[in-house]
């Protein structure tokens, strides 16, 4: 089973997901896959060689890395990042982002459409890889988002 909660308060989102939990071990079910999107926008603070930015999260398209550097993407500008990849993931997780890649962060809300390999945003510009270990739970993610966005 798969829980879908979206709520711009991280607290409700914790009280629901701790709710469920209970509610399961109480009844001795198995837990289910608990998603949970926190619709807020964050600010987040972007480290780059020649200093620091804040950026919007909404602003932000996608996040790579190439082993050496991390760029994050917006719709205005590119950013060479010298923070770890591991940063975004935990900053962005569960807020319209999903990884399709080891190395690559996307924002749902500016896919255009994808395939096996590659997905493509609304800006032509840009498309960013999938792995075929990550496809099938991409897609799963993708769909489950697109059900619940307003």
């Known amino acids: 089973m798969r829980v879908f ?14 709710s469920i939990l209970n509610f399961h071990n109480t009844n001795k079910m198995e837990p289910p896959e ?6 807020v926008v964050k600010k987040i ?3 780059t060689k020649d200093g620091y ?10 996040v790579e890395t190439d082993e050496r550097h991390v760029a ?7 950013y060479i990042s010298t923070q770890h990849i ?21 924002n749902m809300d500016y896919i255009s459409h994808f395939d096996k390999n590659r997905i493509y945003f609304k800006s032509d510009s840009l498309t960013a890889y999938i792995s075929r ?8 993610t993708y769909t489950t988002y697109l059900s619940y966005v307003k």
């Open 133 to 140: 270990r990550r496809f099938n739970e991409f897609k799963d």
């Open 5 to 18: 909660i979206c709520d711009d308060n991280p607290s409700i989102i914790s009280q629901l997901e701790q």
């Open 86 to 106: 591991s940063y975004f993931k935990s900053i962005l997780d569960g807020n319209n982002f999903t990884c399709s890649h080891k190395g690559v962060i996307v």
């Open 34 to 39: 608990i998603i949970s999107y926190n619709t």
């Open 53 to 62: 930015y804040t950026v919007s999260s909404d602003d932000i398209i996608c």
């Open 72 to 78: 994050v993407h917006t719709g205005e500008t590119t």
């Open 45 to 47: 603070l972007v480290e």
